[in-house]
Every structure is written in C-alpha cells, then in structure tokens.
C-alpha cells in the first residue's frame, strides 16, 4: 500500500530526518468546491457564492467567519488533521508566502467551482479545477525559484494532493436548464464527459509532480435540504442521487485505470455515499436528530440559498445533518471524514502531537 509509505514518510519527517535529499515537509495541496473552500471565494470581490457572513464559521476558532461554508470545519480538515498534517492555507490568503507553501501546502478549492469551466458562472467569481491547477502551476514556479529543480521535484513527488469536485457540476449546471450542458447530453453522456475532464485534468497534475492523490466521491445530493424543497413530497431526488452513483463509480474506475497508466501513480478514490445515505434516513442511529433541513434558516422561507446574519440557528448544530441548504454541519463532515479514512485504510504518523481536532467552542448568539 502505498499510503502505507506516506506514514513512514510522516514519521521521519516529524524526526527531522531528510528523504531523498530533500530537507522539506509533507504537505497537502487541496483542490475542490465550497466543500473544501477555507477562504478564497472570500477574497473574491465579485463573487456571489461566499461565506462571509455570520453564523458561518461559529464553531471554528473565534467564531467570526473564516470562508468555510460550514459552521466548523471540512473534510478536508478533519482528515488532514487526523493524519497529523498541517492545514493548507487558502490560495488569496494575503499572508501566503513561499515558506508557508513549503510548510503547510496550498488549497485552491473555491465555492461554485466545478470540473467543467463553465460550471457555476452563475456565481461570477470562482476558481474552475481548470484555473485552481494553472494557479498550482504558478505555484511551482515560484518552490521552482526558491529551491531549484531537482528539490522542488522532490517536494512536489512527495505531497499529498486532495481533489474533491463534481457537485456543482450537476447542481449548478446539468440539473438547471439555463446552461447548454442540460439539453446538450443525455445522463450517462454528462457523466463521461465529466469524467473524461477529469482523466486530463489528473493527468496534468502528474506532469506537475503529484503521485499520491485522492478523489473524493460524491454523496447524496438529491437529499440536501436545497433539492428537497424542490420535490413536491420533500423528499430527496432520487434521479440526482443516481447521477452522483453513476459518477461516484465511473471515476473510481477511472482512477484505478489512470494509477496503472502513470508511472508511481496512487490516484484513489474515497466516498462516504452510503453512510450519509444511512445517516440521512437514520439520523438518530447517529445520534443527530434532523437531516432534512438546515440548521441555519430563514424563518419559512425555503429554499434560503444562504446563511445570513438575520438567519435563525437550530438549538443543537451539532444534531443537525445540514448546516445549509447546501452544506453539511461539522458533526455530519466529520463521520464522512471517518468513514473515508476507515475506507481508504488512511492512517497517521504516530510520532507527532495530534493537533486539536476538535474546534473551539463558541458561544452561541441564538436559540
Ligand atoms: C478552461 O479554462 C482554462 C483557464 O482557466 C483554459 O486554459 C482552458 O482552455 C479551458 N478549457 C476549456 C475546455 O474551455
Ligand atoms: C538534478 O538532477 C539531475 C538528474 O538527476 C542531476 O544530473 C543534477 O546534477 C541535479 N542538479 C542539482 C542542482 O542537484
Ligand atoms: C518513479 O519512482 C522511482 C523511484 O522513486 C524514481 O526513480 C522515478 O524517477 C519515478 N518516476 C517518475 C516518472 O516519477
Ligand atoms: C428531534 O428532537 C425533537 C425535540 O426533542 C423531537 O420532537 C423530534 O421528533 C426529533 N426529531 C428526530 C428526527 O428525531
């Protein structure tokens, strides 16, 4: 296995000790959506799909929005933190300098970005996957001055790269008429097409220098509080739900064919379908205790598309699935980060001090 060598690589790391010449550290570089977006939509003036606003962020460090659209933290996280890596900054962050990149890693993700570039135009500004990996190009560029060819290599071989996309790719263009993709491919057309994008798009990033990559799958998205309100009954869109299978299986074959293509390739796939789907028609069985609506509302007003400052909070955000109408709560990311590490046997280097998984407590404004 070869994340089996990651943890070997993460111990002597913490140790101090130099693998292959190279003095630096095992860092993320993270590419994906809103689910992963820990702040550059925030720094995007012209955007439309932001989290800068309160109650976003309540449970994260000081309670003020940070661009998580989240209440706490992603995934990608608590993931990274349980693997005992240091969390990547956001890609606009003012601060980001060359020795953070080499310490910490680099997230690209931005909120309404998807596979396809004319995925989300709606929102105005946001990062494409297309665009996220020219900015990692600009990336290396500037390891490339810093350190030279060989040790940026070296760096770059070395890290772990995260790609979580797709979701938007449906709900904010195959599943709305406005944009040409709905009427131009039939399901199974889109879904290729898709994954086809995707194939070049992991293959680019392989000449770049990534080899141990992982993918996210997609999870029920034909359940989140969004596309129920959408249903007459209110109950989850069963053809969506079957696009994000459809989806979820093309590219875990997709990738096991692209890992025996590429040479040292360890592209895989994880997804945590199957437990939000249980968690969604149990949520009790997990002790949450509401899975169909977000916790952050509008009084009556459905859908609310946003979190926002007049919204009302749920009593208990931690029983709640969904946090809005399109993203799920901290408590909901964090069983979905446990079953991908569960699943995809991820483990961390035992060596160094776990950094705190749990975010602060804030205190809570409302109801
Ligand atoms: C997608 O956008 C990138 C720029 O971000 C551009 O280089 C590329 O040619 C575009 N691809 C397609 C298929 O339009
Ligand atoms: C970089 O690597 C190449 C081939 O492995 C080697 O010939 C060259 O001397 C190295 N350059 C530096 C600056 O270490
Ligand atoms: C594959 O890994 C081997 C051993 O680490 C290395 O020598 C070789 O350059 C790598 N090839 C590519 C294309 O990364
Ligand atoms: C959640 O809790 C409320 C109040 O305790 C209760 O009335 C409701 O039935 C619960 N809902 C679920 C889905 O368990």
Redesign the pocket.
Known sequence: MKFALVATLLALTALGIAIGGCQCEIVQFIFGDSLSDVGNNYYLSKGLAKANNPWYGIDFGNGLPNGRFCNGRTIADIIGDKMGLPRPPAFLDPSLTEDMIMQNGVNYASGGGGILNETGTYFIQRFSLYKQIELFQGTKELIREKIGDNETENFLQKSLYVVALGSNDFINNYLMPVYSDSWTYDADGFVKYLTDTLRAQLTILHSLGARQLMVFGLGPMGCIPLQRVLSTSGGCQEKTNKLALSFNQATSKMLEDLSSKLPNASFRFGDAYDVINDLISN??KYGF???DSPCCSWGKIRPALTCIPLSKLCKDRS?YVFWDEYHPTDSANELVANEIIRKMGLSRSGSSDAPSAAPDAAPSPQG
């Open positions: 949520p009790v205790n509401n899975s029983k």
